[in-house]
């Protein structure tokens, strides 16, 4: 009975893997560089990454649940497609897929709609999923706290419609949760899809004016131009994925990202606590040094 976690090392999955150790889950690992992490005592892992056929073969054996997420890359579907075949190919119907808020909407941007059609396949292939949709991770501003900090500027462009960000822990708690109900079904669950979101639907200027309070100087919000943000971005990413994130962040000015009805709720039921706060994690990295 064992759990096999990838993208195990990043903001998401390390959190998920520490969830389902405190949890008494059997965890398996697949990571590239084996050293990058210390994995919790217990945790087994596996070398190898999700276009290595017999690596993925090998870190399948054993394995009755996955958790997938895998990281946006220009070659992301394609890990997904085999990932998933490989589940199948070894016996695995159990799966928490990491995929994104609105990606049957947002198919314009890549990544949406490569998760889109990680979605479809787990429905096609009939595996038994809980498919889970993170809004904008509040993570993120960890990339930027330095601009924020030192120029006074709130600089991603989220819109006046309002983003509900989420903390990474929380969606790695509620995936740790949801792996674990998978792997001790009796029998094969229904596909169910979670909006995973946070308690606080925000705006370009209310962000900044969370900055402002919790530094106690101006912070102005740096507007709504996604193909300024792309140019920024350009400067030390690659194109295409600046161009990406141009994409995304002319959804948010459009659209936003705003939970439905019950989101919320759902969630804290799900926890059994509140979900973490905007303010909360601005208030903790700026506090560190």
Same mark, same amino acid.
């Given at each position: 009975?064992?759990?096999?976690?990838t993208g195990s090392t990043g903001r998401v999955g390390r959190h998920v893997v520490n969830q389902l150790v405190q949890r008494g889950a059997q965890v398996?690992?697949?990571? !590239?560089?084996? &050293? =990058?992490?210390?994995?919790?005592?217990?945790?087994?892992?596996?070398?190898?990454?999700?276009?290595?056929?017999?690596?993925?073969?090998?870190?399948? =054996?054993?394995?009755?649940?996955?958790?997938? &997420?895998?990281?946006?890359?220009?070659?992301?579907?394609?890990?997904? /497609?085999?990932? $998933?075949?490989?589940?199948?190919?070894?016996?695995?119907? *159990?799966? #928490?897929?990491?995929?994104?808020?609105?990606?049957?909407?947002?198919?314009?941007?890549?990544?949406?709609?490569? %998760?889109? @059609?990680?979605?479809?396949?787990?429905?096609?292939?009939?595996?038994?999923?809980?498919? $889970?949709?993170?809004?904008?991770?509040?993570?993120?501003?960890?990339?930027?706290?330095?601009? /924020?900090?030192?120029?006074?500027?709130?600089?991603?462009?989220? @819109? +006046? %419609?309002?983003?509900?960000?989420?903390?990474? *822990?929380? /969606?790695?708690?509620?995936?740790?949760?949801?792996? /674990?109900? !998978?792997?001790?079904?009796? @029998? =094969?669950?229904?596909?169910?899809?979670?909006?995973?979101? @946070?308690?606080?639907? $925000?705006?370009?200027?209310?962000?900044?004016?969370?900055?402002?309070?919790? $530094?106690? !100087?101006?912070?102005?919000?740096?507007?709504?131009?996604? +193909?300024?943000?792309?140019?920024?971005?350009? +400067?030390?990413?690659? %194109?295409?994925?600046?161009?990406?994130?141009?994409?995304?962040?002319?959804?948010? #000015? +459009?659209?936003?990202?705003?939970?439905?009805?019950?989101?919320?709720?759902?969630?804290?039921?799900?926890?059994?606590?509140? &979900?973490?706060?905007?303010?909360?994690?601005?208030?903790?990295?700026?506090?560190?040094?």
């Amino acid at each position: 009975m064992t759990i096999l976690v990838t993208g195990s090392t990043g903001r998401v999955g390390r959190h998920v893997v520490n969830q389902l150790v405190q949890r008494g889950a059997q965890v398996r690992v697949l990571t !590239r560089d084996p &050293l =990058k992490v210390q994995f919790p005592a217990g945790v087994e892992v596996a070398q190898g990454d999700m276009l290595d056929i017999d690596a993925l073969r090998a870190a399948f =054996k054993g394995v009755t649940t996955l958790f997938l &997420l895998n990281a946006v890359t220009g070659d992301e579907f394609a890990q997904a /497609i085999i990932t $998933l075949n490989i589940a199948r190919e070894a016996g695995v119907e *159990r799966v #928490v897929y990491l995929s994104v808020f609105e990606a049957d909407r947002a198919v314009n941007v890549p990544h949406f709609a490569v %998760k889109f @059609g990680a979605e479809r396949m787990l429905e096609q292939m009939g595996f038994s999923a809980t498919i $889970l949709r993170p809004t904008y991770f509040i993570d993120n501003e960890l990339m930027i706290k330095d601009v /924020i900090v030192n120029y006074g500027v709130y600089p991603m462009p989220i @819109g +006046s %419609k309002g983003v509900a960000m989420v903390d990474a *822990r929380d /969606i790695a708690e509620i995936a740790a949760i949801e792996l /674990i109900r !998978r792997e001790k079904a009796p @029998g =094969k669950l229904p596909i169910e899809t979670i909006n995973v979101v @946070g308690p606080d639907t $925000l705006t370009g200027l209310q962000v900044a004016t969370i900055w402002s309070d919790i $530094l106690g !100087r101006p912070i102005v919000y740096g507007g709504d131009d996604p +193909s300024g943000f792309e140019q920024n971005m350009a +400067s030390f990413m690659p %194109k295409w994925t600046a161009y990406e994130m141009r994409l995304m962040a002319e959804r948010y #000015v +459009s659209d936003g990202m705003i939970p439905e009805r019950g989101d919320v709720e759902r969630l804290t039921r799900i926890l059994g606590r509140p &979900l973490h706060t905007y303010r909360d994690f601005a208030t903790e990295i700026t506090a560190v040094a």
